[in-house]
């Protein structure tokens, strides 16, 4: 990665002197050293995939917090400044990234951006300078030498709202497992005591954080060969998914919030394309989503504000007080269009009347839930930009992270994408997601003929057949909230209608055997 040079690394003074810490601190400050310096060890030696790992890992943390520019990040046990770069690449170099090491004599290896700033730090209470800060991250230093100090740590370095992310390794790996004993046998030392993942949230708990998830996470581990790597990076999210198996992960993935979580983020604009100012309606079917159809709209003028051309809300014939939330937004915003169906309802006619209504030069359809990842909507934007005629949202891409996605659905996705890209010769992970932004004159010539769930496949296999300039880029899949309410998805219930799908697509192309070619004005 190419980044501006930093200025010269000089560690600042230390909170207080080591010699004045209590023999307790004295022991947590030396583990935290310790594991530090062998994480950095680990990384130059015996992984031949950590500059990729790591950026898999920086995606996760954007994904994850759903980071908007210029929210303050510190990661603790930065070392030679290996996963700081990871961040700055990631992050686009818009985030300030305080990096503390606890090695006062561990410089990086290489030259950071200069929105980096590098500390030493030896002490084990307060906060750098008194700051405190949005997210706090974490890549390898819990064990249970230093687990309460450092959780204390970085509970005191986040302001109110703020949200910290451990990337911890996980003894049940059979490869760090078998490691482990066979030092254990031989009397050799132990670098690290890890905590399973059934030991850590309570751990986390008690030191006072709130929402707290922990799960398995990256497959990829030695013995690792090119092959191998592309074999189980594929793997990775079905596995990560699956009951038992998910236990053998490489890694544990802790994510938790410092109450209040409700506090309010910034609403920063992430408009930077003046070719799309004015230019995009946005098509959103409603089923009982009272609580959501409000912020999701508040977020979408907030952050994309100067790109939409009009946000069509269909209301799908809501049983709750859907249809007066939609009708009280268009009462104060010319540009939100509501669409109020008749029976029957179903998310493919929802979307049919949705398009239908859409009059700008392009169509963003996505779910009503889907106000937590609306920063992740750049990155879609940016390939609309650049010169992409659909760009399709991956919950499957490697960067994804899928947290609490039912393994039914996965298996059932999987199986359905095997299938589509044997039969028509594609390579593409996840055209079944309700997050598409298309070219107008490109949707005028979908078939929306399905009318449940399966519509969303249906147009994704259209697009992908249809021969335009298609791009997927990674987001994430978060399970609803409570307050978020359910999902009308049945899988057994909308199963008929992919294999539907399946073949009036293999039909429509002779089995596959040349592009799909819509007739316009049908959708």
Known sequence: MDVAASKPYRPVPEPFERESMTSPDQACWAALVRRERDRDVYWSRRDPICRDRLVWQAQSFRHLTHLLPGETIVELGAGQGWFTRAL??????????????????????????????RISWGGLSGAPGGRRFRYVVVQNLLDRDNASQLLRMVFGLL???????????????????????????????????????????PLVAEAGFDDISARFTDFVYAP?????????????????????VRALAGRILIHAKKSPGDAPRDKVSLVRHDNLRGAVSVVVPCHDEEMNVGPLADGLRAHFGEYLHQIVLVDDNSTDSTRAAIEALAADDARIVP??????????????????????????????????????????????????????????????????YPFTKILANRAFHVIVNALFRLRRRDLTNNLKLMRSDIVKRLHVRETGFAANAEIGVQLALSGCALEEVPISWINRDRDMGHSSFKLWRSGGGYLRVLG????ATRFGSRPFAGRGGEA
């Open 504 to 507: 009036r697509m293999a039909l």
């Open 159 to 201: 302001e109110d709202g703020g949200e910290c992310v451990f990337f911890e390794s996980n003894p049940w790996n059979p490869v760090f497992a078998l490691r482990d004993a066979l030092k254990r046998m031989f009397g050799r030392p132990r670098a690290q005591l890890l905590f399973s993942r059934p030991e850590l949230e």
């Open 224 to 244: 690792l060969t090119p092959r191998l790597v592309w074999l189980l990076r594929n793997l990775s999210i079905l596995l990560e998914n699956a009951p038992g």
């Open 339 to 404: 669409v109020i169906r008749a029976p029957p309802s179903g998310v493919g006619r929802a979307l049919a009347d949705g398009f239908r209504a859409a009059s700008g030069r392009y169509v963003l359809s996505m779910d009503c839930d889907f106000q937590h990842l609306l920063p992740e909507l750049e990155d879609m934007f940016d390939a609309v930009a650049a010169g992409a005629e659909v760009v399709l949202g991956s919950r499957f891409s490697r960067h994804s992270v899928l947290i609490d």
């Open 88 to 117: 700055v690449q990631v992050t686009r170099a818009r985030n300030p990234i305080t990096a503390v090491t606890f090695d006062s004599e561990m410089a990086p290896t290489a030259a950071e951006s200069p929105v980096v700033e």
